[in-house]
């Protein structure tokens, strides 16, 4: 087993919400640390307050992961005698490394409102509001006969997907030819004499982002000292990703039961919704914490309903005019799921690169508003 290090983590946090998915106006990443640091106890909440900070120390965790930027404003100072200041300074001297992901977790496949659909019985899931589109590029390899598996094998790792397809790929036969100059190592062939191997043209679609990972693979796989491989960057887009979600529940509710079931199954003291509770209910929008933006999107795509929370007066009328119930289930309660989930699935991928670490969720973090 392996002792994994702060920038370890980040790297994991990367692979679950990619940083470039973010929001310009968002903050997030690592907040407070030092990278090199290890981190063998990991704590889980959604916000950075005095109570998470403390909770974190007391259980002698050197990385806490938050949902919401512990870091938002940029900071002229940092004093013991500002509230985010001072915090900033507990962590930094208990070695406290602080580790954000927001709007790049509310945007990721598998994030914030994937889970929050999921929770909800909110099926066939889209972006409500498309923000960016997966860069793709077409990697072509040349490979001799007989090696082209352990090559596609190395390459599919990191490779795109076409509609519900993926380890796709092209492969046809053709003749090579190099010569190995003096200092080489050729795996076929010898020193000064031009060689003709047949090969195959291995063709494989790849997600921008993975290609330096995919390239070092490809060169580990491939029996040459110097495989040939070409890049093209393709006009086709990938999977489309996006904030707030927009499905269908698998049977037709009405907003008054749709409120009833977004409270049981939240776990909520109680809900808000705006409408007629008699009107019907199955395309239901969606988006944690404070989603009001999205409103004209959920109307354009023909919502019913939009789940979220921090609704204000003047947003619930746009929303009557509009025809678009809504249902404010509070920033908390929207998005509090995340720590269960965030939690699981850091333990997941610390266990699968043999790294040795703790994963704790804060369970007792509390919404700040009291319903009576």
Same mark, same amino acid.
């Given at each position: 087993m392996i002792t994994p290090k702060v920038s370890d983590i980040v790297g994991i946090v990367n692979k679950i919400a990619p940083h470039g998915l973010a929001e310009e106006w968002d903050n997030v990443g690592l907040m407070v640390g030092d990278p090199s640091t290890p981190a063998t106890r990991i704590m889980v909440a959604l916000d950075g307050t005095p109570d998470t900070i403390d909770a974190a120390i007391a259980d002698r965790c050197q990385?806490?992961?938050?949902?919401?930027?512990?870091?938002? @404003? &940029? =900071? +002229?100072?940092?004093? $013991?005698?500002?509230?985010?200041?001072?915090? /900033?300074?507990?962590?930094?001297? #208990?070695?406290?490394?602080?580790?954000?992901?927001?709007?790049?977790?509310?945007?990721?496949?598998?994030?914030?409102?994937?889970?929050?659909?999921?929770?909800?019985?909110?099926?066939?899931? @889209? &972006? =409500? +509001?498309?923000?960016? $589109?997966?860069?793709?590029?077409?990697?072509? /390899?040349?490979?001799?006969?007989? #090696?082209?598996?352990?090559?596609?094998?190395?390459?599919?790792?990191?490779?795109?997907?076409?509609?519900?397809?993926?380890?796709?790929?092209?492969?046809?036969?053709?003749?090579g030819t190099f010569k190995p100059l003096a200092g080489a190592q050729p795996f076929i062939g010898q020193v000064g004499r031009r060689e003709y191997v047949e090969e195959s043209r291995v063709e494989v679609l790849l997600e921008k982002r993975n290609l330096p990972a995919a390239v070092t693979a490809l060169v580990k796989a491939h029996p040459y000292e110097e495989p040939a491989f070409d890049l093209f960057p393709l006009l086709n887009r990938g999977p489309e990703q996006g904030l707030g979600r927009i499905g269908v529940l698998a049977e037709e509710t009405t907003v008054s039961a749709f409120a009833d079931e977004v409270k049981e199954r939240l776990g909520l003291a109680g809900v808000r919704f705006v409408g007629d509770g008699a009107r019907p209910v199955r395309k239901v929008a969606l988006c944690g914490g404070s989603g009001m933006s999205l409103l004209r999107d959920a109307q354009r795509q023909g919502a019913d309903v939009l789940v979220t929370g921090d609704v204000k007066y003047h947003e619930a009328r746009d929303a009557e005019a509009l025809g678009v119930a809504l249902v404010d289930g509070g920033h908390f309660g929207t998005e509090v799921l995340m720590v269960e989930s965030v939690a699981n699935r850091m333990a997941a991928e610390l266990a699968s690169r043999r790294f040795e670490a703790e994963v704790i969720p804060f369970r007792v973090e509390r919404d700040p508003f009291t319903w009576r």
């Open positions: 990385l806490l992961l938050t949902h919401h930027p512990f870091i938002f @404003r &940029p =900071l +002229k100072h940092i004093s $013991s005698a500002d509230p985010t200041g001072r915090l /900033v300074l507990k962590a930094a001297s #208990h070695a406290l490394a602080v580790i954000s992901l927001h709007t790049n977790f509310d945007i990721a496949s598998g994030g914030m409102n994937d889970l929050l659909a999921e929770r909800l019985g909110v099926r066939n899931c @889209r &972006p =409500l +509001k498309v923000t960016t $589109s997966e860069s793709l590029v077409k990697l072509v /390899v040349f490979v001799p006969t007989g #090696h082209e598996e352990q090559v596609r094998d190395a390459l599919f790792r990191f490779s795109g997907v076409v509609g519900a397809y993926s380890d796709c790929s092209f492969q046809c036969a053709g003749t």
